[in-house]
Nanobody, 128 residues
């Protein structure tokens, strides 16, 4: 059974750092294109960062320069290093493998809602 398990969320003061982890179980990790999403209460689901199997990364403008997406193929794990955290970074964070997109689209809900239905996500709270 394929499963993605996020960890590393928590509460931190503004300006602090956290590192999120996403352990991929049952996937061929070396071939995975993956992404981090987040959703804050009252806000839409947001694509935070993506990383391709070749290691190339992209970031939303809201986190560029503060967050770093990386992966450790030996550990089947993707990371999101979050520095200089702001109050507006408070959200539930989700990881996703691109190959899950057809299943997510079939649900007819947002990516964050689908991943939440599957029991994924880790909460990040930044206090100002």
């Amino acid at each position: 059974e394929k499963q993605l398990v996020e960890s590393g969320g928590g509460s931190v003061e503004a300006g602090g750092s956290l590192r999120l982890s996403c352990l991929a179980i049952g996937f061929t990790f070396d071939d995975l294109d993956m992404a981090w999403y987040r959703q804050a209460p009252g806000n839409e689901c947001e694509l935070v960062s993506s990383i391709s199997s070749d290691g190339s990364t992209r970031y939303s403008d809201s986190v560029k320069g503060r967050f770093t997406n990386s992966q450790d193929n030996a550990k089947n794990t993707m990371y999101l290093q979050m520095n200089s955290l702001k109050f507006e970074d408070t959200a539930k964070y989700y990881c996703m493998a691109r190959e899950e997109e057809p299943a997510i689209q079939a649900l007819g809900v947002s990516t964050c809602a689908a991943l939440d239905l599957w029991g994924q996500g880790t909460l990040v709270t930044v206090s100002s």
